[in-house]
């Protein structure tokens, strides 16, 4: 019996059933050849498919490398040479999280750990050790929200150091791809208030943000892995993780802003700041609330 992957006879689609050309239907667009036999060669291809290894993903990668030139030549109309936006994002994300896995919480013991402003370790806090705090409620806001979860917050105080620290990474580790999204609307509401005159589209503000994050976190996977590669300390590696991370707002975002948005220096500087602001802002939103979070649920 013939496999049921094998086209018809007389070259017909298996999907519509209509006349097919050598690889793809030209009526529906299905790829005419099944994705059947070993395993590894499969595995190749749909990678291959997925990042457009035939150039595409090099080509995107190289135009990211200047900034801004990525997101001008694709708002230019230049599309199909070029991974989509969102597509290079995941990308980028998929890659961050990966170097990220070799990341494990420090040892408890050398800090005076404290939880919503209590210490946790050894009472009185030892002088010389640094301290470390989960969800200091600073704000009115987070102070009623600590009222409001008391009873979770008390409970985690009673949990070994360790443990506590343990689940914390491995918790940041779950929920902070899905948080850093968040990002990204955030910065394009920004780029529209600020180049709110120059008639661009929020879609092509957007186009930029993904861009910029993106740029972002190949950079920041790239410090990461190249730390870990020459055995750099946790404090040497996370230090290096912010430096790049600020590097890339103060030199990588004016830049491209210049490039995209064509002002005058003085006022692509001005707006990158704000842009840089918005972005802390932002940050200590989705990051303190994805901490809080994880906090809770332990």
């Not at 994002?89 to 209590?118: E, I, K």
């Not at 102070?143 to 491995?170: G, M, N, T, V, Y």
């Not at 957007?206 to 994050?213: D, E, K, M, S, V």
């Not at 590696?237 to 912010?242: A, E, Q």
């Amino acid at each position: 019996m013939d496999d049921a992957s094998t086209p018809p006879a007389g070259g017909s689609c298996l999907n519509c059933g209509r006349p097919a050309g050598p690889r793809f239907c030209g009526h529906c667009g299905q790829e005419i050849e099944a994705r059947r036999g070993p395993l590894l060669p499969l595995l190749r291809e749909i990678l291959a498919d997925w990042l457009s290894l035939d150039g595409t993903f090099l080509r995107t990668l190289a135009a990211l490398l200047r900034p801004g030139r990525l997101t001008e030549r694709y708002l230019a109309g230049r599309r199909t040479a070029y991974l989509r936006p969102f597509r290079l994002y995941l990308v980028a994300s998929l890659l961050l999280f990966s170097s990220l896995l070799s990341l494990r919480a420090p040892d408890a013991g050398r800090y005076n750990l404290y939880v919503a402003g209590q210490l946790v370790t050894e009472s009185p806090p030892v002088k010389g050790r640094p301290n470390l705090t989960l969800f200091q409620p600073k704000s009115p806001f987070d102070r009623w929200l600590a009222r409001l979860r008391a009873a979770e917050l008390e409970r985690l105080r009673d949990q070994p150091p360790q443990e506590i620290l343990d689940a914390l990474f491995s918790g940041l580790r779950r929920v902070l791809p899905g948080a850093l999204i968040f990002f990204v609307p955030f910065l394009a509401l920004g780029l529209k208030l600020l180049y709110r005159r120059s008639g661009v589209l929020f879609v092509d503000h957007l186009i930029f943000a993904l861009h910029l994050q993106s740029a972002l976190f190949f950079a920041l996977a790239g410090s990461w892995l190249v730390c870990r590669l020459l055995g750099a300390s946790l404090f040497a590696s996370l230090l290096t993780y912010v430096l790049t991370g600020l590097l890339m707002l103060l030199i990588y975002l004016p830049l491209a802003l210049h490039r995209v948005y064509r002002q005058r220096r003085r006022w692509t500087m001005l707006k990158a700041l704000l842009l840089v602001f918005i972005y802390s802002q932002v940050a200590q939103l989705v990051l303190g609330g994805a901490m809080l979070l994880v906090t809770l649920r332990l």
